[in-house]
């Protein structure tokens, strides 16, 4: 499985953007993909996840209610659209995949395939 990660930018506190993570090869083995960040000097983080088949989304609570995760299936693609940003939530988001059907979506160790990241800055 390969991961390709686009949509990062710059944008003012408050702003918008979304993310796509685009999956090839092997994806009929994606049980669910998630949604990492890692901030400068900080570990990289779990941010959502969405299981492949199901549709079930579980996000961490500091993006609730700002952060919506979905996928197209037939597109192969999950997004990410996060709204109201903050400066905070300046990072590398990575997206990965978990050919796994068990355990917790929180977990790095969880995930078998990453994409390369795409570079998130929100102004003040």
């Known amino acids: 499985v390969q991961l390709q990660a686009s949509g990062g930018g710059l944008v003012q506190d408050g702003g918008s953007l979304r993310l796509s993570c685009a999956a090839s090869g092997r994806t009929f083995s994606i049980y669910f993909m998630g949604w990492f960040r890692q901030a400068p000097g900080k570990e990289r983080e779990f941010v959502a996840a969405i299981a492949r088949n199901s549709g079930t989304t579980d996000l961490t609570d500091s993006v609730k209610g700002r952060f919506t995760i979905s996928r197209d299936n037939a597109k192969n693609t999950m997004y990410l659209q996060m709204n109201d940003l903050k400066p905070e939530d300046t990072a590398v988001y990575y997206c990965?995949?978990?050919?796994?059907?068990?355990?917790?979506?929180?977990?790095?160790?969880?995930?078998?395939?990453w994409g390369q990241g795409t570079l998130v800055t929100v102004s003040s």
């Open positions: 990965a995949a978990s050919t796994s059907n068990s355990g917790s979506s929180y977990y790095r160790v969880r995930y078998d395939y």
